[in-house]
């Protein structure tokens, strides 16, 4: 055989070779695509534990690979299967980047919502059902019908709202101060308290009866004294019930008070503010720079105070009144209405939500009353400070220290020194800035520091 035929046949063979081999891989690679099991992944935010007349259910569905193709949310109970429409599902998709050019592949995500109960399932009844929601990509897996996974919660399905039943017979509130109401509520109650405008301040257990609940609620000083107070209760099905209950609000007056701005006080006192603020930038002069300290910094401080609130105790850590620092001269009261004037002009308007107490240069500082420490550190206008959480909500606050003897999570009593008043944080002076809070709202001090108001408002009660 000429060696050019046999060179030919070699090359052939190879040929069919090669092309088996490149059969089997694409048909491998079909046989991975079309048996793929990647599917999305469904989070419920937040999960619902039971279902009501109408029950919102919001869900995340994320796809690191694929686009989502469909969500589907369905009830069934008994042999009867009923499917609820969803709103959203408007994709965030993240394309591969340009030098990936071999892959198709992207990441999304949606949100979806959707209302289940009674509303929109008249025929749904009492007793229990099952809630599935379907999410589906777009890839070949399952031969071409796209990568699928559920999320299947068995449920409770209530329509009767919790009962909430006031034991205590009336309450007596002063604007932007506190009071305490005791409350029996029905099994099955996961969230109740008092709703004051858009206030919320939730209950927690007397001792060990979860339906035994007591719940400290305020009058902020900015809410209209004549804004409705209820009492609400909420299932594990999403159902609500309000109840009214015997109060009277004492409207106050607080006092007005100027502040007069000077060049030298604002660059003093404000650069250090910035320093440990990487979120604000600078401004470009001293004015503007204290502006933006007084005003976005001083609302960014609030949402902290709301945030450690979350660290509270299920339970009151105390058993004495609280106590103001001693020997110390009030330079300013709760909820002073503040101007704040430069060059003869009114620049800002700011309320001062505690007491500034003065005694000495670096004066010692001690905590108003048993607790734990929810946080010692730097705190923007507030400069050091220390938050002392006395549980169901409450909590002290000591600001413009000059130093810390406490540590965040320690336990502290009574009188015990905590730390040394200083001028940090937006204070002209030497001075201890301090306020109670409830839930994170600054309420007024005078009450706590009161034995006779503890007495009646709180131990009377509770006894």
């Known amino acids: 055989m000429p060696r050019s035929t046999e060179y030919l046949e070699a090359g052939v063979g190879r040929a069919v070779v090669f092309l088996a081999v490149v059969v089997v891989l694409a048909i491998a690679i079909l046989a991975l695509k079309l048996t793929n099991r990647e599917a999305p992944v469904i989070e419920m935010q937040p999960e619902i534990r039971g ?125 932007g101060g506190c009071d305490m109401l005791l409350l029996k509520v029905s099994e099955g109650t996961v969230e109740s308290g008092v709703q004051v405008g858009t206030y919320f301040f939730p209950s927690y257990p007397v001792k060990a009866d979860p339906t035994s609940r007591m719940c400290i609620f305020a009058y902020p000083y900015d809410v209209d004294p004549s804004t409705p107070a209820r009492v609400v209760a909420r299932d594990d099905a999403g159902n609500q019930s309000l109840v009214n209950f015997n109060y009277k609000v004492f409207p106050k007056k607080f006092r007005s008070d100027t502040i007069n701005l000077k060049d030298d006080d604002m660059q003093r006192v404000v650069p250090p503010i910035l320093a440990q603020t990487p979120e604000l930038s600078d401004q470009g002069s001293a004015l503007k720079n204290f502006l933006l300290v007084n005003g976005t910094l001083r609302r960014m401080d609030a949402q902290q105070l709301v945030a450690f609130s979350q660290k509270t105790a299920p339970h009151l850590t105390w058993t004495q009144p609280f106590v103001q620092l001693g020997n110390s001269k009030v330079e300013a009261s709760f909820a002073d209405f503040r101007a704040y004037v430069y060059n003869g002009q009114v620049v800002d308007r700011q309320v001062h939500l505690g007491f500034d107490l003065a005694v000495v240069q670096h004066a010692p500082v001690l905590a108003a009353n048993d607790g734990t420490v929810v946080y010692a550190g730097y705190l923007g206008i507030f400069g050091n400070v220390v938050v002392i959480d006395h549980g169901c909500g409450l909590q002290s606050l000591y600001a413009h220290l000059n130093s810390f003897d406490v540590k965040e999570g320690e336990a502290v009593k009574r009188d015990q020194v905590i730390a040394h008043s200083g001028q940090t944080g937006l204070a002209f002076g030497d001075h201890l800035h301090f306020t109670m809070l409830l839930d994170g709202i600054p309420v007024n001090p005078v009450e706590w520091w009161d034995p006779h108001w503890i007495h009646d408002r709180i131990e009377a009660k509770l006894k």
């Open 51 to 175: 279902i009501g007349v109408n029950t919102p259910v919001d869900l995340r569905v994320h796809d690191s690979n694929y686009r989502i193709q469909s969500v589907v949310v369905e009830v069934r109970q008994g042999d009867r299967t009923f499917q609820i429409p969803t709103q959203g599902g408007a994709e965030e998709v993240h394309a591969p980047k340009w030098w990936k050019f071999w892959t198709r592949r992207v990441e999304s995500s949606a949100m979806f919502h959707a209302n289940v109960g009674r509303k929109s399932i008249p025929d749904l009844k009492e007793g229990s059902a099952r809630l599935t929601v379907t999410a589906t990509n777009n890839s070949w897996g399952r031969f071409f019908r796209g990568g699928q996974s559920q999320l299947i919660k068995d449920l409770p399905v209530r329509f009767m709202p919790p009962r909430a039943e006031v034991l205590t017979a009336q309450h007596y509130i002063n604007q």
